[in-house]
């Protein structure tokens, strides 16, 4: 019996439909690491960088959509936002970090379809140990850019479960910063693994919803559109602009505590973010969102994000 049990394990997670797999088209990418570019097997930070002593660093997701970067410079103030809030000393000037993921891009050919994770860590440490002040020989910048597809399933929805793991507060470690310790997250997703489901709901201190382990969380109700205050989750890019596009279409919008209990009997619940645009949510904790009064907002809010893609991405300069 107990054997079996792992073996229905090992197949939930291994054919879990949110697992990545490798792109061949990766096999060769070039990688651009502190000041230059160097082919992936030699992308390497040393064993004394901040960012594997402490998880100290801090990243964004960027996405390139047929030549051009989605929201590049929104991104690159919350970079920035996130290294100052942690007190680095040495953070980039943003023209060089936009000019290193430009190249990066350029190097291997990448204008569509490419997820881009940018890494700045606090940079190696003279020795090893907990003290920023061991941090002397400057931050360290990854821009590591992959052909891959977006990670949701945006055409049949996915499943969740809530978690046990809460997100954290301001008063622990703010969720405002983007940064590289993401143990809060990966424990909630575990969590979702081993019950089989896509991703998990993560609650706040007060047992209101905040997000999924990785997005943010909408909700429409009598077509209204909802969402939890952004204080125990990332104030998302993908977020914000929904909330905008929502505000200039005359889509009435509401910031506020909801409950499980909301989300449950919601009309439609959906998750947005850099790597899966927006999501169907279709069910939670195992209770169907059943969509009863017929509610058509999250495909038009899908149109419309579509539709200013190009508007909101820098193009690339070749």
């Avoid at 910048?141 to 969740?160: F, M, Q, S, T």
């Avoid at 969590?191 to 999924?212: H, I, P, R, S, T």
């Amino acid at each position: 019996m107990l054997q079996e049990f792992f073996n229905d394990l090992i197949a939930k997670v291994k054919y879990n439909k949110m697992l990545q797999q490798f792109n061949p088209k990766n096999k060769d990418i070039q990688v651009f690491v502190k000041e230059g570019l160097c082919h992936r097997k030699d992308a390497k930070v040393s064993v004394f960088d901040s960012s594997v002593q402490g998880g100290d660093a801090v990243w964004e997701g960027l996405r390139v959509y047929k030549g051009g970067i989605f929201c590049l410079d929104k991104h690159l103030e919350r970079l920035y936002a996130s290294a100052k809030s942690l007190a680095f000393t040495d953070i980039p000037d943003l023209s060089f970090i936009k000019n290193a993921v430009f190249d990066t891009l350029k190097a291997n050919a990448m204008k569509d379809d490419v997820h881009i994770r940018l890494t700045l860590t606090r940079g190696e440490k003279i020795t090893s140990g907990m003290d920023p002040r061991l941090n002397q020989n400057g931050s360290c910048l990854i821009v590591l850019a992959e052909w891959k597809p977006l990670v949701y399933d945006n055409d049949n929805g996915i499943k969740v479960i809530t978690a046990h793991i809460q997100r954290n507060t301001p008063k622990h470690l703010d969720s405002k910063i983007h940064h590289a310790n993401l143990l809060n997250n990966i424990l909630a997703k575990i969590q979702a693994n081993v019950a089989g489901k896509d991703a998990a709901l993560m609650l706040d201190a007060y047992g209101f919803v905040a997000e999924l382990n990785g997005t943010n969380l909408f909700m429409v109700k009598n077509n209204i559109l909802y969402t939890p205050h952004a204080d125990a989750c990332l104030h998302g890019i993908t977020r914000g602009l929904i909330i905008q596009i929502a505000k200039d279409n005359g889509i009435e919008l509401v910031e506020k505590n909801l409950s499980l209990t909301e989300f449950y009997t919601a009309d439609e619940v959906f998750c947005t973010g850099t790597m899966g645009e927006l999501t169907p949510v279709i069910e939670i904790d195992g209770r169907i969102i059943e969509n009863r009064n017929k509610s058509e907002l999250l495909p038009f809010l899908q149109e419309l994000f579509t539709a200013v893609i190009p508007e909101y991405s820098e193009p690339l300069p070749f």
